[in-house]
């Protein structure tokens, strides 16, 4: 069950220069959206400045790709998921939000579905990039 990173989430506009790559990484058999791709993606967009009405647009948006795919969006936060993102946020140098995904992906199958190659960082954590289709 490879996770969705939140760049396969803001890649799904279709104005993004990597929608192609997205959408086709959609097609990943077991692909999940965890809790903390979708808590990152609203909070990146109210710090960019998006409007509530405009981040329910958004997420409605991305709730309607993953039904119509039957991709199926997971909980992943519990005291021992932040230990073990503390642990990767200090240990191998990930920011907050890339250490949250990390720990998402170990807590399942420990593959991640992104171009970030900061993920490399963590042992037992494999990359899928985006566009890449594993079935």
Same mark, same amino acid.
């Not at 946020?89 to 720990?103: H, N, Q, V």
């Given at each position: ?28 058999? #077991? ?11 609203? &909070? ?6 998006? *409007? ?10 991305? /709730?309607?790709?993953?039904? %119509?795919?039957? &991709? ?22 990930? *920011?907050?939000?890339? *250490?949250?995904?990390?720990? %998402?992906?170990? *807590?399942?199958? #420990?593959?991640?579905? %992104? ?15 985006? #566009?890449?289709? /594993?079935?």
């Amino acid at each position: 069950m490879p996770v969705a990173d939140t760049e396969l989430l803001f890649a799904l506009n279709p104005l993004d220069k990597k929608h192609e790559k997205a959408v086709r990484s959609l097609k990943i058999k #077991g692909l999940k959206i965890p809790d903390t791709a979708l808590l990152e993606f609203q &909070i990146v967009l109210k710090a960019r400045g998006r *409007s509530p009405k405009e981040i329910y647009l958004a997420i409605e948006a991305l /709730r309607n790709i993953f039904h %119509s795919m039957g &991709i199926k969006e997971i909980c992943t936060i519990n005291t021992k998921f932040f230990l073990l993102q503390t642990e990767i946020e200090k240990k191998y140098k990930l *920011s907050y939000f890339d *250490s949250m995904i990390a720990a %998402s992906a170990l *807590s399942l199958d #420990g593959i991640v579905v %992104s171009d970030d190659t900061a993920f490399g960082r963590v042992p037992n954590l494999k990359r899928i990039p985006l #566009g890449e289709v /594993r079935y």
